[in-house]
């Protein structure tokens, strides 16, 4: 059987990983590619580094011209994450005439119009089923999969680690700094975990499912997004009441005026596939036309889940089927996309509103009056007696709203704060409605 030389430039968890299903299952990956899928050249930049992996000697090396300046070479895993040196390297990569894979969703979200255009000038291609939903075959679904459809929307929860805290808050009654410690001690995040608990990890992978779906090029910087600082333990609490969880959503939904994108905490319906989505792991919802509501769930995230997505396209690459794939679908290309990016003060929701507020006659009127002026109408109002020792008039108002603009939910809720019979938290969350 013929062999095709692949080599790995970046052996952290997932490098490693990767190495370990070429060389421990070689016979099945080589059924699956119709040729030896042969690890040549594994690059670090550290060699005395325990890797926790036997390599066979003289594949584990510090030079990167090693991979480079080798034309047996025909396929590298790039595993290196950020921006750079990521970008400089991919772009080495691809000159020296090799095919690239990569779980680097970052990278892409960034850089991907520059990248693509270049692998397409030299004839090259470019694999990144593994840079969103870890093990979840996500991409190939969308690209492939869902093509005789015109995909309506999707929604997904794609980070792990804002889903575990949450899980936490929600399971466990823990309070966000202690469900982030936790999760931090089980390596779900990182010492500084500010991209995942901001909304900024999942909206890099948004801005490539939305490109996917609807051919979009937007950058990720300017997909709305609020993480979960917009909401506390109570609000959980309160949720639960109502019949909801609340999960980090990212969505990309097609309306008449245009498709809506954001990442925002958001409510869901308990028993709905993506309210029970427990722990670290990734979910996403997809409606096409034509197939209708579809559901994929698995581990967004973890050595050996990316390292299979990472594998499989490798598979795809040495056997030629990304080319095909890769030339058909034009990713990051001029053509133009026929749907345009709706302003979020324009989108529509339902919403949970929670203000603490004075008990005292009248606030409840104040509050359904402003509500009124901006044109939001009520669905349902909690009220609790007070539970504060420290402030024994005031109390929780928690209401649900109909569907509403954005902006007007916005307006109300700065109305409202303003009131001197309202306290300072004053939280407002989407909820979303529908079988997701």
Known sequence: MEKTRVAIVGMGTVGTGVARLLLDHGDRLARHAGRILWLEKATVRDLTKDRQIELPSGILTDDLKLVLDDPKIEVVALLVGGLEPARTIMLQILESGKDVVTANKALLAEHGEELFDRARALGRTIAFEASVGGGIPIIANISQCFSANQILSLRGILNGTSNYIISQM??????????????????????????????????????????????????????????????????????????????????????????????????????????????????????????????????????????????????????????????????????????????????????????????????????????????????????????????????????????????????????IRKLSSVGDECVKLRVAEGSK
Do not use: C
């Open 170 to 415: 929600d399971e466990q009654g823990a309070d966000y700094a202690t469900a982030l410690k936790n999760a931090q001690a089980l390596g779900y995040a990182e010492a500084d975990p500010t991209m995942d608990v901001d909304g900024s990890d999942a909206a890099q992978k948004l801005a490539i499912l939305a490109h996917l779906a609807f051919g979009v090029r937007v950058r990720w910087r300017e997909i709305y997004r609020r993480g979960l600082e917009a909401f506390h333990l109570a609000d959980l609490q309160y949720a639960a009441e109502l019949g909801y969880r609340i999960k980090l959503i990212a969505t990309a939904q097609l309306r008449d005026g245009g498709l809506e994108l954001h990442v925002s905490p958001t409510l869901i319906r308990k028993g709905r596939p993506l309210a029970e989505v427990r722990g670290a792991y990734n979910a996403v919802t997809v409606v096409g036309d034509a197939v209708g509501d579809m559901f994929f769930h698995g581990q967004g995230a973890g050595q050996m889940p990316t390292a299979s997505a990472v594998v499989a396209d490798m598979i795809d690459t040495a056997s030629g089927r990304t080319d095909i794939t890769f030339r058909r679908l034009e990713l990051w290309s001029d053509r133009e996309s026929k749907v345009e990016l709706l302003p979020y003060e324009q989108t529509t929701s339902r919403y949970y509103m929670r203000f603490f507020v004075a008990d005292e006659p009248g606030v409840l009127s104040q509050i359904t009056g402003i509500l009124g002026k901006h044109g939001i109408s009520i669905a349902s109002i909690i009220q609790h007696e007070p539970t504060s020792e420290k402030h024994p008039r005031q109390v929780p108002l928690v209401i649900m709203s109909h569907e509403a603009k954005e902006k007007a939910a916005t307006a109300a809720n700065e109305e």
